[in-house]
Structure formats: C-alpha cells, structure tokens
T-cell receptor, first 113, second 115 residues
Framework: DAMVIQNPRYQVTQFGKPVTLSCSQTLNHNVMYWYQQKSSQAPKLLFHYYDKDFNNEADTPDNFQSRRPNTSFCFLDIRSPGLGDAAMYLC????????????FGPGTRLLVL | SQELEQSPQSLIVQEGKNLTINCTSSKTLYGLYWYKQKYGEGLIFLMMLQKGGEEKSHEKITAKLDEKKQQSSLHITASQPSHAGIYLCGADMEAGGTSYGKLTFGQGTILTVHP
C-alpha cells in the first residue's frame, strides 16, 4: 500500500503560471520534506515541516512556498514557474527527523513551457 | 566539490556478476542512507547505517559503513536485471546531525545489468 502519495505524477504548466503539487502520507509522520531533483542531479532539499513548523533552506528561492494544512497533507506552490524550475519534485516523510529514515513518494515531474 | 562522492558514476555488468558502489564523505558521517531510484520515479529506501563498522544485508545487497574512512560501500551479489537503476547515498552532513534530518545526496551511480 502506498505510504507517500504524490499528485499529479506529471504536471505541465506555462511560464509564469502558478502551480501546486500535492503530497499526502498515511504514516502519520511528523516531518514532511520537499526535494527538487533536476535532470541527472542529486535531490536537493527545498524545505521541510516539523508538524506545523515550516523551515526553509537558505538557498530556496522565494518563488517556492509550501503549506501543510494537516498532518497528512503537504503542498508545494510555485508562484511563477520559470524554465529552470522544470524538475522532479519529491516529497518525503520521516517520523521525527533526527537520524530517522525518510520515505519518498513517487515524485511529480514538472514541465514548464 | 561534492560533499558525498559516489564511485563509479556508472556501471555496466553482466547478470550474475558481483559489484560494489562506494560513497565517500568529506565530513564525519552521522548516519548514511542508501536509496535506489528507477528513472523518473521516487527513491526507494534500501538501508540505513548508523555506527562505524555496521553492516546490513537485505536479499543480495550488503552495505557497510567505515566511519574512520568516512566511507560506505554497497555490494550486490549475483546481480540481476531487477537491480538496475540509480543508487544514491545520502547523509546528514551537518556537524552532529540536524534535528530534522537534512539529507545531502551523492550524485548517484547508474547501474545497468545485461541479461
């Protein structure tokens, strides 16, 4: 059974048109992460939520926002996508963060036209 | 330079052969994770190593952590086409580890297994 679910699996948007990616989890984990993975590169952490506390990585562009309305769901909002934002976006969860295993969803591939 | 260096970058083997992938850190490791990724998909957790000298096995995959060398190795015995994919090592590179488990990943090793 899927534990970390991402929707949609593929998303096509236009340059500058806001887009929202969705992640849900059935693990009841406290921490949810969003990673960006560009072609042939390693995943890079954008931000994470510990429960309701939002934590941005220092180098995450302002164009990226996130919401976590409840334990199960987390959203990634890209306010004005640029061509350079085309990537795979991966959601992950862990029970408590520190030295805990992170479980990843299948990812959403974003294409910006 | 990369904080986590994986070698080799790509590997092509014949089915049935053994292989090893290495992950070397520029800093002290506080936990080392191995993941597998199929092209265009998410990361599948394989193993986590926390202590120097620790070794874990799952089916035909064995991972070891050499704390002194700041290195981990992933060994696959009698490889099969199902082992093909991208293998990524990840670690919390902050001194002492972060409270939220920030993972930095290596650039990945692409494994191809020919039947």
């Amino acid at each position: 059974d899927a534990m970390v679910i991402q929707n949609p699996r593929y998303q096509v948007t236009q340059f500058g048109k806001p887009v929202t990616l969705s992640c849900s989890q059935t693990l009841n984990h406290n921490v949810m992460y969003w990673y960006q993975q560009k072609s042939s590169q390693a995943p890079k952490l954008l931000f994470h939520y510990y429960d309701k506390d939002f934590n941005n990585e220092a180098d995450t562009p302002d164009n990226f926002q996130s919401r976590r309305p409840n334990t199960s769901f987390c959203f990634l909002d890209i306010r004005s996508p640029g061509l350079g934002d085309a990537a795979m976006y991966l959601c992950a969860t862990s029970e408590d963060g520190y030295q805990e295993t992170q479980y990843f969803g299948p990812g959403t591939r974003l294409l910006v036209l | 330079s990369q904080e986590l260096e994986q070698s080799p970058q790509s590997l092509i083997v014949q089915e049935g052969k053994n292989l090893t992938i290495n992950c070397t850190s520029s800093k002290t490791l506080y936990g080392l994770y191995w993941y597998k990724q199929k092209y265009g998909e998410g990361l599948i957790f394989l193993m986590m190593l926390q202590k120097g000298g620790e070794e874990k096995s799952h089916e035909k995959i064995t991972a070891k952590l050499d704390e002194k060398k700041q290195q981990s190795s992933l060994h696959i015995t009698a490889s099969q086409p199902s082992h093909a994919g991208i293998y990524l090592c990840g670690a919390d590179m902050e001194a002492g580890g972060t409270s939220y488990g920030k993972l930095t990943f290596g650039q990945g090793t692409i494994l191809t297994v020919h039947p």
